[in-house]
């Protein structure tokens, strides 16, 4: 599966365009996290488990959004756009993934 945040392939003609077709996932980040997350913003630096928890997120979304494609018959999805938010007051990050599924 050809997955690209643009609208077209390059020398791949879309010969279908079979919907839109999306990957959702709600991920919490623990209190240990927050806390060492504060101290990073105090001292300066990366945050690397909240960086770690970002990934993983997007890793979800786009999996869901993927297996969704493939149950259409896609052999690729154009247009990839990723949003980021947070939910709540509780640490909680939602991670989209949306395309376009299309047949080559």
């Known amino acids: 599966m050809i997955l ?13 365009y ?3 077709v999306t990957g959702e996932t709600i991920i919490g980040a623990n209190v ?12 300066g ?5 909240y960086e770690k928890v970002l990934r993983e997120a997007k890793e979800i979304a786009m999996k869901e959004m993927k297996e969704r494609a493939q149950v259409l018959g896609a052999d ?7 949003d980021y938010e947070t939910v ?9 993934a949306s395309g376009t599924a299309i047949k080559l």
């Open 32 to 43: 240990f996290k927050d806390f060492f997350a504060s101290i990073t913003d105090i001292v």
């Open 88 to 96: 709540g007051s509780g640490g909680m990050l939602m991670v989209t």
């Open 4 to 16: 690209s945040t643009t609208h077209s392939l390059e020398n791949k003609p879309a010969k279908d």
């Open 45 to 49: 630096g990366r945050s690397g488990s």
């Open 76 to 82: 690729a999805i154009v247009g990839i756009d990723l």
């Open 18 to 20: 079979l919907g839109v």
